[in-house]
């Protein structure tokens, strides 16, 4: 069992940035792929960004891309999401999330932040 718990949303103007931690715990691997999702109510959960353990497999949605920063500190199994240039189409609960790698879906997830972006 993986344990993930997230931390750093909170309310940010328009422009303004955040940055997410994702602390995991338990059977914690490096063969683990990291990922950050976000939803809103009533709404589908929304992929934003992921990261394999070395650092070469780190993907974006085309929504987030040149605006958010996907990291991982390896040695204290944190994962990061610093996110600039906030939108208020960004508020929503952001969820961390590990799926083993050459898996397709995520089998461990944490409870959520909430992000508010205020205009």
């Known amino acids: 069992q993986v344990q993930l718990v997230e931390s750093g949303g909170g309310l940010v103007q328009a422009g303004g940035s955040l940055r997410l931690s994702c602390a995991a715990s338990?059977?914690?691997?490096?063969?683990?792929?990291m990922g950050w999702f976000r939803q809103a109510p009533g709404m589908e959960r929304e992929f934003v960004a992921a990261?394999?353990?070395?650092?070469?497999?780190?993907i974006y949605a085309d929504s987030v891309k040149g605006r958010f920063t996907i990291s991982r500190d390896n040695a204290t199994n944190t994962v990061y999401l610093q996110m600039n240039s906030l939108e208020t189409e960004d508020t929503d609960v952001y969820y961390c999330?590990?799926?083993?790698?050459?898996?397709?879906?995520?089998?461990?997830w944490g409870q959520g932040t909430q992000v508010t972006v205020s205009s």
């Open positions: 338990g059977r914690t691997s490096s063969s683990y792929v």
């Open positions: 999330a590990a799926r083993v790698s050459g898996t397709k879906d995520y089998a461990y």
């Open positions: 990261r394999g353990w070395s650092g070469f497999s780190i």
